[in-house]
């Protein structure tokens, strides 16, 4: 058994559970006592010619009912402490799940997600493990260990502290292995952990892989990270085996000295008034037997709480994180928001990063306005975005939706309010009509507004061709797809939300000039009275807007529309002119 802050609470809500499997447990070890003593009484009985026909049936049918109570019991404590503990596996990798979601991307730019699903996998079934197994084995080693060794003592005192002498030597060797172990399975997991990074970074890049002809490379690397995760593993099994050898040769010892020291006083002992029988030695040997399995369980109970208390400790690492992003006290909570913006002064800078991303940011776009966002690679666009969703927090009045703080907004509110299609269009491995209906609560009934959210962005005739039309299913992160499909996908996925404020970040890069006129055409229809932003690095697909924002170095040059830039604005008029150059080369 293992404690701790986050599963603790778990045994008070499946108390009722472990308590009748403990007592079911309880009950069995009893039982399964009865019958070695049982067994000598009938040794000694056949011996010494005490009993009859029916006094043997009579204690043949006491066993067969012994053996129906440990058969039922067995199943009972199995089907209540073993649920209990496959509940708490349940409870607590949907508390992991659910706290994950809630942490920042800070977390997950210095946590992998190979890594993080080793927790996920191993150090949930080893918690698991050391809650119901570890429970069983530890109330065996105390319980039926104890009542075998009262049983035994009654027998023959010396005999019984003989047979003790294991239990001793097992708890000093289990308290000086028990830490070398613990140490050995948080390192074994480790190399678990960078192993699966390894393999879902690789799997997940491989086109990129055979692109550059490194697949023998990369198979070199997997090689080393896999042979260092087979030595901690081995370390640690070595360890487990020492101790589990350790235990089965000192008892088997003793086994043998009880064997010859029993076999002296049934023969010293013969008709004396202390008289050790054959059948007194039968049922202290069985009883020994059944006490063979609490030592050995002790060892176990060291193996097996070892690796869950280091699981657990690397779980409550993750749980334990703090969650940054987060509803303020006075949170003002409002029916609708209409999609007006306000950045006022507002300087920001990552988790992470030494140097501001943005600095003084200051404009306004009313409701209903489509404005565009241009600058170079790494001016701070997308920045400007991640605020707005709130993946991180802002000072106080710095940025306003519809006249409020944005930190005084509740964070669903704002996100639902918001149809947002990043640069890498991130799908799911799941149907085309499931990823288009992914804002909508109730997917399965919006057939309708799929199909003309997918024709807004002009990707429904490429639907269509597929052999399963809406409900085909695409690769991981859809790479069944073009890159000019993924994006028109995620942008009907935001489209169909109809959202107060639509934001496309460099999502039509990967279409033609022809498809970018008739997607940006038909948001000028649907998106009338609604605020929409697009960042773009082509002035085609940004001259049309209501105002333009032009973006350098993390801070605004100018605002204003195609035509205003382009007649004060130096660097608009440099990058218009460099696109004009480069049509002109593409087209020669």
Known sequence: MIFGKSINKYYFKYA???????????????????????????????????????????????????????????????????????????????????????????????????????????????????IGPGMIMFVDAMFLG?????HMFNLDPFMALFAGIPLVIIGILGAYMGRKMRKKFKEAQKAFEDLSDFTNENISGIDVVKAFVKEDTEI????????????????????????????????????????????????????????????????????????????????????????????????????????????????????????????KDLSFSYPDGLDNALNNISFKVKVGETVGILGRTGSGKTSLVDLLLRIYNVNENQLLIDGIDIMKLPIKKVRESIGYVPQDGFLFSDSISNNISLGLEKRQDYFNNIQEAAKLSDVHDNIV?????????????????????????????????????????????????????????????????????????????????????IVDDGKVIDVGTHDELLTRCSFYHDMVERQKLEDEVEVA
């Not at 104890?146 to 009262?150: D, Q």
């Not at 070595?238 to 000295?257: D, E, H, N, P």
């Not at 987060?326 to 950045?343: L, N, P, R, T």
């Not at 039309?469 to 993924?486: H, N, P």
Request: net charge neutral; hydrophobic share 45%.
């Open 16 to 130: 009722h559970l472990f308590i009748l499997g403990l007592i079911s447990l309880v009950i069995v070890d009893y039982v399964q006592l009865e019958i070695p003593i049982l067994t000598g009484e009938l040794i000694d009985g056949l011996d010494l010619g005490t009993i009859d026909k029916n006094g043997i049936l009579d204690l043949v049918k006491l066993i067969g009912i012994y053996v129906a109570i440990i058969i039922v019991g067995r199943f009972l404590w199995r089907m209540f402490i073993f649920g209990a503990s496959r509940r708490v596996d349940y409870g607590l990798r949907n508390d992991m799940y659910r706290h994950c979601e809630n942490l920042s991307n800070s977390f997950y730019s210095e946590n992998k997600v190979g890594g993080l699903m080793a927790h996920f996998t191993n150090d949930v079934e080893s918690v698991r493990r050391a």
């Open 220 to 343: 070199d690397e997997f090689l080393k990270i896999n042979l260092r995760a087979k030595r901690k593993n081995i370390s640690y099994v070595k360890s487990q085996t020492i101790l589990q050898m350790s235990i089965r040769a000192i008892t088997g010892i003793i086994y043998v000295i009880i064997l010859g020291y029993g076999g002296y006083l049934v023969s010293n002992t013969a008709g004396t008034a202390e008289e050790f029988t054959i059948g007194n030695l039968s049922t202290f040997i069985l009883l020994f037997g059944s006490l063979l399995w609490p030592m050995r369980a002790l060892g176990m109970i060291i193996n097996v709480r070892s690796r869950g208390k280091g699981s657990l400790q690397r779980i409550e690492k993750i749980l334990n994180e703090k969650v940054d992003v987060f509803d303020s006290e006075d949170v003002i909570d409002i029916e609708k928001i209409q999609g007006s913006i306000e950045f």
């Open 465 to 549: 061709e597929f052999s399963e039309e809406y409900e085909t299913i695409i690769g991981e992160r859809g790479v069944t797809l073009s890159g000019g499909q993924r994006q028109r996908l995620s942008i009907a996925r935001a489209l169909i939300k109809d959202p107060s404020i639509l934001i496309l970040d460099d999502s039509v890069s990967a279409v033609d000039t022809k498809t970018e006129e008739t997607i940006l055409e038909n948001l000028t229809k649907v998106r009338k009275g609604k605020t929409t932003l697009i960042i773009a690095h082509r002035i085609s697909t940004i001259k049309d807007a209501d105002k333009i924002i």
């Open 146 to 150: 104890g009542l075998a060794f009262y």
